[in-house]
């Protein structure tokens, strides 16, 4: 019955999606809110969010297929899956925030090698190519030592992947809100953390098998741990940023703090997405129940779409020169940014291909074999 629900929750939300992507594809960025000053928006923050999944869960299917942890055993192949669908989805995402996304083919055949884009764009693909190959591997021939070398490379490729869009965001000297050595360094705790709640959701919802006793520990302490590290960088970076009193900085915390995403910070990527995690996971019985761990997984992954957002959105809402929000009138010349109902439909539409996608590939695919315990 379970099942069928969240069929159904798919179903809807790629519907919803199929109306976004036919007004992407038909009007171009017509009817989106981001432009010439908040130049990125719902759709990278998706990416973000997606890519940080695909990275995370690649990292837990590494510890059947590449450390041989036997408490994980049987979490490789669901993992890798679920590593490929998400990064899929993360792709499809920033397609769409493209302004001329068939030109896609250049960061490959004329590739400016100093652009932060192009190593996003090859350390992606290299990615997940690694990640495709090991899939196919760890169904056919999932003792082989060729599956062993993709997974040494898919694991290095994956820490360069992680940290690359924190680097990416960095690089922006004249934005002081990214221009921190934390930032790549949080993308992948994030990535990590991102990961684990991925997979205590598919454990929940999606597998047909209940995980291991001490695979489930192994995930929710890694969540706890990771959730804290999280909180702390949130301390550190406010913390310094607020000390030094910068008015580009400043203006774009204090938007979190008191201002307008105050409510997004502290109520969903704060309360919801680490706080309620955190007091459950470390109640034994509760993070032994796998609807409760489950549950947990999404609220975190929910905090951390709020955070990735968090991360971009304010730091286009702050002029870097002097009254340019004044100075031009005009669509797109605004700094202030909200999705519009394409952009929600879009994003509806990529966790709608996940959901099913996950399903489908649990229902049709070899990903559980049947002596695994998870």
């Known amino acids: 019955m379970l099942k069928k629900i969240i069929y159904a929750i798919g179903v809807i939300a790629l519907l919803i999606g199929l109306w976004g992507f036919y007004e992407r594809l038909m009007f171009g960025e017509k009817f989106v809110s981001y432009g010439s000053n908040v130049v990125w928006g719902l759709w990278v923050a998706m990416y973000f969010l997606f890519g940080g999944i695909a990275i995370g869960s690649f990292f837990v299917a ?3 297929f590449l450390f041989g942890i036997e408490a994980f055993k049987g979490y490789g192949k669901p993992a890798l899956w679920t590593s490929l669908v ?21 960061a490959f055949l004329q590739p400016n090698i100093h652009s932060g884009v192009v190593e996003d764009v090859w350390g992606y693909t290299v990615f997940g190519i690694l990640t495709l190959i090991a899939l196919i591997f760890a169904v056919r021939q999932p003792k082989s030592s060729v599956l062993k070398i993709v997974m040494v490379l898919g694991f290095l490729a994956s820490l360069f992947a992680a940290g690359s869009p924190g680097k990416f965001l960095g690089n922006n000297a004249a934005r002081l809100y990214w221009h921190a050595a934390l930032l790549p360094v949080q993308f992948v705790f994030m990535a990590l953390l991102s990961g684990a709640a991925m997979m205590l959701v598919v454990q929940a919802f999606v597998s047909p098998k209940d995980g291991t006793k001490q695979a489930t520990n192994i ?67 509760l993070a032994q129940n796998k609807l409760w761990a489950g549950l947990m997984g999404l609220f975190i992954l929910i905090g951390n779409a709020v955070a990735r957002y968090l991360i971009i959105v304010p730091g286009l809402n702050v002029t870097v020169m002097n009254n340019i929000e004044t100075a031009f009138q005009g669509p797109g010349l605004t700094l202030s940014y909200s999705p519009s109902p394409v952009e929600w439909a879009v994003a509806s539409g990529a966790l709608g291909i996940v959901i099913l996608a996950l399903l489908l590939g649990t229902d049709y695919l070899p990903l559980y074999s049947k002596k695994s315990e998870a």
């Not at 989805?89 to 250049?106: C, N, P, Q, T, Y």
């Not at 310094?240 to 774009?252: A, C, N």
């Open 62 to 64: 590494s510890l059947e």
């Open 86 to 106: 998400t990064l899929a989805v993360a792709m499809m995402s920033i397609g769409f925030d493209l302004g001329h996304m068939e030109r896609i083919w250049k």
């Open 219 to 285: 995930l929710n302490l890694a969540s706890i741990v990771l959730l804290v590290i999280s909180l702390y960088f949130v301390w550190a970076y406010f913390s310094q940023s607020l000390y030094g009193k910068v008015p580009s900085l400043t203006d774009s915390i204090n938007e979190l703090i008191s201002g307008q995403y105050a409510l997004l910070f502290w109520g969903v990527q704060i309360i919801i997405g680490a706080i309620i995690p955190l007091l459950v996971l470390v109640q034994p019985k």
